[in-house]
T-cell receptor, first 116, second 115 residues
Framework: AQKITQTQPGMFVQEKEAVTLDCTYD???????LFWYKQPSSGEMIFLIY??????QNATEGRYSLNFQKARKSANLVISASQLGDSAMYFC?????????????FGAGTRLFVKA | GAGVSQSPSNKVTEKGKDVELRCDPI?????LYWYRQSLGQGLEFLIY????????KSGLPSDRFSAERTGGSVSTLTIQRTQQEDSAVYLC?????????????FGQGTRLTVV
């Protein structure tokens, strides 16, 4: 069963505007972690942001914030003030269970295009 | 080393040959993952090692695929009797839960081409 769903295969955003990348997940484990990664055309995977299932506040990291809606099982990534360098593939991922090492599964990704 | 190291970076092999892909994780990271990424696709989970526990092999696509992790550090992914559909980028990642769950650190990947 698909556990991580990213419904937007591609997104366009104008430079300097904000964009939201959607992610929904499915788990019965009360303890889980949600991640977003960026993969530029160079192929490297870059960790962006983390949200724990018990975290009371939405995670933020610079221009990245995670809109965590636990009841809806959604963990959307918001990128503020988009830059041309933000053009890349973005993957949502989920780790079930406690600790930092449990299996992590990824969504299919969203390709973001930032227009000048 | 400072990051996750994978070798080789590129591998071209003939159909039917066996290949070994190596991953050297970040020192002290107890968790190690292997993923496969086909061109333009997402990451497909293959196998996961956590400390001395039995690995989670639920993602291995066939019995031609196997992996081991020696001494809780270096890992080798072996593909026997390679097929053209095995062509992909194989990514290794490692992670630790301390001091904060900062996500996994990925290597640059091994691009495997089966001809």
């Amino acid at each position: 069963a698909q556990k991580i769903t990213q419904t937007q295969p591609g997104m366009f955003v104008q430079e300097k505007e904000a964009v939201t990348l959607d992610c929904t997940y499915d788990t019965s484990d009360p303890s889980y972690g949600l991640f977003w990664y960026k993969q530029p055309s160079s192929g490297e995977m870059i960790f962006l942001i983390y949200q724990g299932s018990y975290d009371q506040q939405n995670a933020t990291e610079g221009r990245y914030s995670l809109n965590f809606q636990k009841a809806r099982k959604s963990a959307n990534l918001v990128i503020s003030a988009s830059q041309l360098g933000d053009s890349a593939m973005y993957f949502c991922a989920m780790r079930e269970g406690r600790g930092g090492g449990f299996k992590t599964i990824f969504g299919a990704g969203t390709r973001l295009f930032v227009k000048a | 080393g400072a990051g996750v190291s994978q070798s080789p970076s590129n591998k071209v092999t003939e159909k039917g040959k066996d290949v070994e892909l190596r991953c050297d994780p970040i020192s002290g990271h107890t968790a190690l993952y292997w993923y496969r990424q086909s061109l333009g696709q997402g990451l497909e989970f293959l196998i996961y090692f956590q400390g001395n526990s039995a690995p989670d092999k639920s993602g291995l696509p066939s019995d031609r695929f196997s992996a081991e992790r020696t001494g809780g550090s270096v890992s080798t992914l072996t593909i026997q009797r390679t097929q053209q559909e095995d062509s992909a980028v194989y990514l290794c990642a490692s992670s630790s839960s301390y001091p904060l769950p900062r996500g996994a650190f990925f290597g640059q990947g091994t691009r495997l081409t089966v001809v």
